[in-house]
């Protein structure tokens, strides 16, 4: 039983939808971020960085107990150990692990460049705001393009999908209000079809 530390953000739905989509039961901790749960002395032993999420593997690489930190890191590990969502010929595996950088280092960090400035920075810029909206919008709408005729971001089902889609889901409402990426909004609806995925959404509700 794999333990998951994890909070309602899009970090932690990405490693919960890994473990649903993977099938390995876990148990779920809910580490409340606006209680400061996570700068709680033993979960900073579980993660010195103080975030959300973490997994603990009592059945680790040779069998040994495995702590990690980092979605993108639990997306891969979680892939790697279950065999699915990572495409077994080289170059399909490299163009999943392009995509998952995408999600990861693009869109994600864009998402949460919005949330700071618009919520957590102690002063806020209206004009740096609608300039951070606009530059996540096109990284969004390069998935768009990307997804014209296909139904994944990669060439087949991937971690790249789910690690994008609690991404795209947060900010579903700008995507639409911008207009314009119906190929994006066709896949996400595909994804958001999946039991999978939306017991990963809602796991640490």
């Not at 901790?29 to 975030?51: C, F, M, S, T, W």
């Not at 909206?133 to 789910?162: C, I, K, Q, T």
């Amino acid at each position: 039983m794999i333990d998951l530390y994890t909070f309602q953000t899009s970090n932690g739905q990405r490693a919960a939808i890994m473990l649903e989509e993977c099938g390995f039961p876990y148990r779920v901790h809910r580490i409340d971020l606006q209680k400061g749960e996570q700068r709680a002395p033993d979960y900073l032993a579980l993660n010195p960085v103080g975030a959300i999420p973490v997994i603990v593997d009592p059945d680790g690489p040779g069998g040994k107990p495995l702590t990690l930190t980092q979605s993108g890191a639990i997306a891969l590990y979680l892939a790697e150990k279950a065999g699915r969502f990572m495409p077994a010929d080289p170059v399909r595996r490299i163009a999943a692990l392009q995509w998952l950088m995408y999600a990861m280092t693009d869109c994600a960090a864009a998402s949460a460049d919005v949330f700071l400035l618009g919520v957590r920075a102690p002063e806020k810029s209206e004009a740096n705001l609608e300039w951070l909206n606009e530059r996540m919008l096109r990284y969004f709408r390069v998935a768009d393009a990307r997804l014209a005729g296909r139904d994944h971001l990669a060439d087949e089902l991937s971690v790249a999908d789910f690690a994008l889609y609690p991404v795209y889901a947060v900010r579903k409402p700008k995507i639409e209000a911008a207009g314009g990426m119906a190929n994006l909004d066709r896949w996400g609806a595909a994804l958001a079809a999946r039991p999978g995925v939306a017991k990963g959404m809602a796991a640490a509700e």
